[in-house]
């Protein structure tokens, strides 16, 4: 996980969609890039708080996670609330995906860190 420097303030991090994707897609590939990370499996809990959260999306659609300390991550469908995840060690582990110094794209962390 990176370090606590990110994880101390608010952000949020948008994702506009290319193609159409079933939200049951985007919550198993978020798990299994989790996994990777965690170097574990994810308790049955967080599988199913992301099952749950994420809706079919189609192209041009944004998702916009939001990561509030101590409380977090809210997430928004194109502006409108879709979920929470309140489990802290999950809501980092999701944006880790992306945020990670092991992250399956390096180059688009250091965009996104600037």
Known sequence: MISCFLYGQP??????????????????????????????????????????????????DDITGVYLPQQGARFYLNGRPIGMLEDLELARGFFDIWLSERTREPSLRASLLG
Do not use: C, H
């Not at 969609?17 to 985007?26: L, M, S, T, V």
């Not at 198993?28 to 199913?48: A, F, T």
């Open 11 to 60: 952000f949020a991090l948008r994702l506009t969609y290319a193609r159409n994707i079933k939200g049951q897609d985007i919550a198993k590939r978020s798990e299994k890039e989790m996994v990777r990370l965690m170097g574990r499996d994810l308790p049955q809990g967080w599988r199913n708080a992301l099952q749950r959260l994420f809706p079919d999306v189609a192209v041009g």
